[in-house]
C-alpha cells in the first residue's frame, strides 16, 4: 500500500495533483500537507496538515509516523517573485530539496521522490527552438540557477544514494482552479480572468513573445505517469523536457475574441520580460513522451474552451 507525501499541496500544481493521487490511491493514503490553509475539498477529501517543509526534524518525524513511501515535494519559490527575494529564495528552494533527499537517504520505506524542475534552468544559449534534452545551461535567474543545482543534487542522489527520483521540467502551467503564483509565465492564466471578470488586460509580456505551456490536466497525467513507470525504462536521470505547445500573449488574445470578441491587451512589459526572453520558444519533449508512452491532449483551441468556461463559473458563484 503506498502512502504518499504532497508538499505544497495548496499551490498551483498540488491542488489537482492531490485529487488525482487520492482518486487512485485512496483519499486516506494521500496526505497533503502546506504553510498555508488549503482549499476545502483538499481538507475535506482527505488528510491535511499544515507542515513547513523547512523544518526538517517535524518533516522526518512525519513521514516516518505516518508510514509514508512516496513524497512529492512542489513548494517553491517562482521565479517572479525570486527575483525580488533572491537570497530568500535560493534558501528556500535549495534547502528544502536537501531536506527531502536526505530524508530519502535515512528513511528505507521511502521508495520514490518526485521534484518538478523548470524550463527556467535554460538560458540564453540554450538554443532557442526546440531545445533538446541535452544542452547548454546558462540559467540567467535565481529561481533557474535553483532548479539547475536541484537537478545535479537529484542526480548525485540517485547515484550515490540509489534513490529513486524523478522529475519533469514544467514550462508555464495554465490553470483555472488556482491564482497564479508569482511566475513569469503567469499571464497565460492571469489573461483569461481579465478577460472574463474585465474585458481587457495589460500583459507583463510582449505581444510576439512565444513560450512553451503546458495544460494542468496534462502536467498532472505526465506526472503520474512518470511515477508509475518501470524505473528500468526511464533513460533520464536529471530532469525530464515537457511540453504541450508554444504560445505567445497575442495567439491567446486572438484566441479568446472567440467568446469575447471585444476583448482588449495592451503590453507594458516589465522584468519578466527579460525572463521569458532568456528562456526557449519551443522544447523537445520526445524522450519523456517515448519513456512514459504519454502526448499531450490540450491544443490552445480547447486550452480556451475550458478556461473561459471556468472562469466564467468562479465569475458566477463568487457573484451571486
Known amino acids: 500500500m503506498e502512502r504518499i507525501l504532497i508538499i505544497g499541496a495548496s499551490g498551483q500544481i498540488g491542488s489537482e495533483l492531490t485529487l488525482e493521487l487520492r482518486s487512485i490511491y485512496g483519499n486516506e493514503n494521500v496526505y497533503a500537507t502546506d504553510v498555508k490553509e488549503a482549499p476545502p475539498d483538499i481538507k475535506e477529501s482527505g488528510p491535511f496538515q499544515l507542515l513547513d517543509v523547512m523544518d526538517d526534524k517535524h518533516l522526518i518525524h512525519f ?53 518538478p524542475s523548470s524550463i527556467a534552468v535554460f538560458g540564453k544559449t540554450t538554443p532557442r527552438n526546440n531545445s533538446p534534452q541535452l544542452s547548454v545551461m546558462e540559467p540567467s535567474t535565481v529561481y533557474g540557477i535553483s532548479k539547475l543545482a536541484g537537478e545535479r543534487w537529484c542526480e548525485y542522489y540517485s547515484h550515490r544514494y540509489n534513490i529513486d527520483i524523478r522529475s519533469l521540467r514544467y514550462p508555464g502551467l495554465i490553470s483555472f482552479k488556482t491564482e497564479p503564483g508569482g511566475g513569469t509565465t503567469d499571464w497565460a492564466v492571469e489573461i483569461y480572468y481579465d478577460a472574463v471578470n474585465k474585458g481587457k488586460y495589460t500583459c507583463f509580456i510582449e505581444s510576439s513573445r512565444a513560450m512553451p505551456m503546458l495544460f494542468m490536466h496534462d502536467a498532472i497525467q505526465a506526472t503520474v505517469k512518470l511515477m508509475e513507470t518501470d524505473r528500468s525504462k526511464l533513460t533520464c536521470q ?53 519513456d512514459i508512452d504519454w502526448e499531450p491532449s490540450f491544443d490552445l483551441k480547447k486550452i480556451t474552451d475550458v478556461m473561459v468556461k471556468e472562469v466564467t463559473k468562479k465569475k458566477s458563484v463568487i457573484g451571486n
Open 63 to 115: 513521514v516516518i509516523r505516518n508510514k509514508i513511501t512516496q513524497i512529492y515535494h512542489l513548494a517553491a519559490v517562482l521565479s517572479g517573485n525570486a527575483e525580488k527575494l533572491p537570497t530568500q529564495a535560493w534558501h528556500i528552494n535549495m534547502n528544502s530539496l536537501m531536506n527531502i533527499l536526505e530524508i530519502a537517504r535515512l528513511v528505507e520505506e521511502i521508495k520514490r521522490v518526485f521534484w
Open 238 to 290: 536529471t530532469s525530464y523536457n515537457i511540453t504541450g505547445l508554444s504560445i505567445s500573449p497575442g495567439q491567446v488574445a486572438d484566441d479568446i475574441r472567440r467568446y469575447i470578441p471585444g476583448f482588449r491587451i495592451d503590453y507594458k512589459p516589465d522584468f519578466r520580460n527579460s525572463i521569458a526572453e532568456s528562456w526557449p520558444q519551443s522544447i523537445d519533449d520526445s524522450i519523456v513522451r517515448t
